[in-house]
């Protein structure tokens, strides 16, 4: 099945900064979503775009998908220190768009 | 908001005893999937269901089973626990596109 992979594993940066994660995934898709999650607790979603979109924007995220190159990447802007936590992408598996795949996550850690 | 509850948040069970792991949502929801997710492997899909008594298989269902007798609840079971089955199980539910996931039942088989 399809899966999305996100890179890099691990990322590391200040306050302030911006953080960028990518997404590759194998086949066509209907849509593509990022969840994050905090440690050992469950994933929350953040924001989906549609196979007919480029990209989305929602508070300080910003998401972009490139079908061509079946890719997305996630960037939030200034980070937080709350923003630490694992990022998941996620892309559905049956035509319906609903049953989801995801990788195996980018963890994010942002000092202070 | 929409909640989704697993019934235990740890649980230690015996090799070969069955377990069931419940899960239940509050906003009528028609999906429901259990996923089992551990370290370097990421989340992988066990099963889904689109309605009552309707159920597919994710990607590794061997050595699981489901019951969904009524819409809001969705139960995975362990047949006979394994201790490679020890893993952290997160539930999770949606509409159409988007999920909402439980904090997950921490699942140790020893």
């Known amino acids: 099945s399809q899966q999305g992979e996100e890179d890099p594993q691990a990322l590391s940066i200040q306050e302030g900064e911006n953080a960028t994660m990518n997404c590759s995934y194998k086949t066509s898709i209907n849509n593509l979503q990022w969840y994050r999650q905090n440690s050992g607790r469950g994933l929350v979603h953040l924001i989906l775009?549609?196979?007919?979109?480029r990209e989305k924007h929602s508070g300080r995220l910003r998401v972009t998908l490139d079908t061509s190159k079946k890719s997305s990447s996630l960037l939030i802007t200034a980070s937080r220190a709350a923003d630490t936590a694992s990022y998941f992408c996620a892309t559905a598996v049956n035509q319906a768009g609903t049953a989801l795949i995801f990788g195996k996550g980018t963890t994010l850690s942002v000092s202070s | 908001d929409v909640k989704v509850t697993q019934s235990s948040r740890y649980l230690v069970k015996r090799t070969g005893e069955k377990v069931f792991l419940e899960c239940v949502q509050d906003?009528?929801?028609?999906?429901m999937f259990w996923y089992r997710q551990d370290p370097g492997l990421g989340l992988r899909l066990i099963y889904f269901s689109y309605d009552v008594k309707m159920k597919e298989k994710g990607d590794i269902p061997e050595g699981y089973s489901v019951s969904r007798e009524k819409k809001e609840r969705f139960s995975l079971i362990l047949e006979s626990a394994s201790t490679n089955q020890t893993s952290m199980y997160l539930c999770?539910?949606?509409?159409?596109?988007?999920?909402?996931f439980g904090s997950g039942t921490r699942l140790t088989v020893v």
């Open positions: 999770a539910s949606s509409l159409l596109y988007g999920y909402t």
């Open positions: 775009i549609r196979s007919n979109e």
């Open positions: 906003m009528d929801h028609e999906n």
